[in-house]
């Protein structure tokens, strides 16, 4: 099996935040898939990062190879009594290969740890791999908000709202 499909999930670290700001850079610089665009300000996403490792409701997770490679990462929000939020990133080389799945299954057992009653998602509507995998495990579609983000070039995007009851 390829190196690179041999990965764990594990809570992140201090000493990860330069390279899971760099993934959320290039997955930024694909202009696709998530809000942040690039370039990033790396040092304001940084402070994101550790803030999120120092916040007690935050669950921040990574997808680290064998190697030591970050490939994936995660971080659940709980904003109690409201329901779970969550972003994620994966590497394109790492896509369909079970990273996306493992960091999701991070989340929403942490989500039940905390006893919460719901887990929720914002996903552009033509990211039809993350909305299927985001299907596969019982969340569904509930609404679809229009023009809710305006890109940085003035266009403005769609935004799919995504659920899962937990109780």
């Not at 402070?47 to 971080?75: D, K, M, Y």
């Not at 079970?98 to 942490?110: I, R």
């Not at 996903?123 to 229009?146: C, D």
């Amino acid at each position: 099996m390829d190196e690179a499909r041999v990965f764990r999930v594990r809570t992140a670290e201090a000493d990860d935040a330069r390279a899971v700001v760099e993934l959320w850079g290039g997955v930024a610089a694909e202009g696709r898939w998530i809000r942040r665009e690039a370039p990033l300000d790396i040092d304001a996403t940084m402070g994101e990062f550790r803030h999120a490792l120092a916040s007690e409701s935050a669950h921040p997770v990574v997808a680290v190879t064998s190697t030591g490679r970050i490939i994936g990462s995660a971080i659940g929000f709980d904003q109690h009594p409201a329901p779970i939020t969550f972003g994620m990133h994966v590497a394109i080389d790492q896509r369909r290969h079970g990273v996306g799945t493992a960091l999701l299954q991070s989340v929403l057992a942490w989500a039940g740890e905390r006893g919460s009653h719901k887990v929720v998602l914002e996903v552009w509507p033509h990211n039809h791999a993350a909305i299927a995998l985001y299907e596969r495990h019982g969340f569904v579609r509930e609404g679809l908000r229009p023009a809710q983000y305006c890109r940085r070039n003035g266009e403005l995007w769609d935004a799919l709202e995504m659920g899962l009851h937990l109780v």
